[in-house]
């Protein structure tokens, strides 16, 4: 069956500028994941949903990111006034529940880069 | 703090020679251990998961095992196609249910 997709792939944008980043996560699963990923690094955890709400953002680094999932499927990461500091790949990832399992799959990333 | 560390960062081997990945880690309670593998421009793909000390699970090449401080991704007689990047994360009773606490993992590079 087909995988947790992101797009875009690539985006680059201007410092200061706003973005938004998009998952579709696997059919089914109800739980869906943000991280982010510098060079050299592992993954980095941000949020993550199970239905439509929120259930832990603490891994948002400041006020500027934010996440919705309004109808508990797809999901979009929105970064304001971008900064350079942002510049990473954003991977979403999809599990068929929180916990559990925790066997999360992931998506191909989305690569920002801010200039 | 909940921490995952894995040795060594790089590993060069022959086509055929057999070796280990390390993942050591600290956590408050440990509710499961995740092996993954990451090609360069992909994401993560799911390997293994691991809940508790003894626990061993094998996939072709590749067998994780766990204690309560570590796991080992042993690969035996590694082909060219199995290098990449493989990386350890965590999942602890204490914090969110969805937060994996990833290492900064271990690029294998196998040369034929």
């Known amino acids: 069956g087909a995988g947790v997709s992101q797009t875009p792939s690539n985006k680059v944008t201007e410092k200061g500028k706003y973005v938004e980043l998009r998952c579709d996560p696997i059919?089914?699963?109800?739980?869906l994941y943000w991280y982010r990923q510098s060079l050299g690094q592992g993954p980095e955890f941000l949020i993550y949903?199970?239905?439509?709400?929120?259930?832990?953002d603490s891994g948002l680094p400041n006020d500027r990111f934010f996440a919705v999932r309004p109808e508990g499927s797809v999901s979009t990461l929105k970064i304001q006034r971008t900064e350079r500091g942002d510049s990473a790949v954003y991977l979403c990832?999809?599990?068929?529940?929180?916990?559990?399992?925790?066997?999360?799959?992931f998506g191909p990333g989305t690569r920002l880069t801010v200039t | 703090e909940d921490q995952v560390t894995q040795s060594p960062e790089a590993l060069r081997l022959q086509e055929g020679e057999s070796s280990s990945l390390n993942c050591s880690y600290t956590v408050s309670g440990l509710r499961g251990l995740f092996w993954y593998r990451q090609d360069p421009g992909k994401g993560p793909e799911f390997l293994f998961t691991?809940?508790?000390a003894g626990e061993e699970k094998e996939k072709e090449r590749l067998k994780a095992t766990l204690t309560k401080k570590e796991s080992f991704l042993h690969i035996t007689a590694p082909k060219p196609e199995d290098s990449a990047t493989y990386l350890c994360?965590?999942?602890?009773?204490?914090?969110?249910?969805?937060?994996?606490?990833f290492g900064k993992g271990t690029k294998l590079s196998v040369k034929p």
């Open positions: 059919s089914g699963h109800t739980a």
């Open positions: 949903f199970q239905g439509t709400g929120a259930a832990d």
């Open positions: 994360a965590v999942l602890n009773y204490g914090g969110s249910q969805g937060n994996l606490i």
């Open positions: 990832a999809s599990s068929r529940s929180a916990g559990g399992t925790g066997e999360q799959y």
């Open positions: 691991l809940y508790s």
